[in-house]
């Protein structure tokens, strides 16, 4: 009976001595994944929320309306909730600052086109985010 285990504890010893050294050493560290394949399936229509929501900033703002800051603080609140990095939270802000700049450029009074794409920008932005929750929220 001796005899039959010496084989297989010669083979355990062997494969245990290298295992054993691999174990003494530091794990190599995992290869970097780029950023582009880390980011989340909704990523697109994040990206385009916060263009909106640019856009509306200044909209509401050249249109006095009441909720002129609302915008920039559901920006912000949007950005400290899903900017896990700074490359993604670099994103969100250029393209928060080209929805506003779009319309800086084009408006400089609350005209009925100004009221006609806040309603639009209102509409799409109420989409994108029923979409986002239905498709990826618990």
Excluded: K
Excluded at 1 to 6: D, E, S, Y
């Amino acid at each position: 009976m001796v005899r039959a285990l010496i084989p297989v504890l010669a083979v355990q010893v062997a494969l245990a001595g290298p295992a054993a050294a691999q174990r003494a050493t530091a794990p190599p560290a995992p290869p970097a994944v780029p950023e582009a394949l880390m980011q989340a399936p909704y990523e697109p229509q994040l990206l385009r929320l916060a263009e909106i929501m640019g856009a509306l900033h200044y909209l509401r703002t050249v249109c006095t309306a009441p909720d002129t800051g609302a915008w920039r603080r559901e920006m912000q609140a949007l950005i400290d909730a899903e900017a896990g990095s700074a490359e993604r939270r670099e994103r969100l802000i250029q393209r928060f600052n080209r929805g506003y700049a779009g319309f800086e450029q084009t408006h400089r009074s609350c005209t009925p086109a100004a009221q006609v794409a806040t309603r639009r920008y209102l509409d799409e932005g109420q989409r994108i985010v029923a979409d986002i929750t239905s498709r990826f929220v618990n």
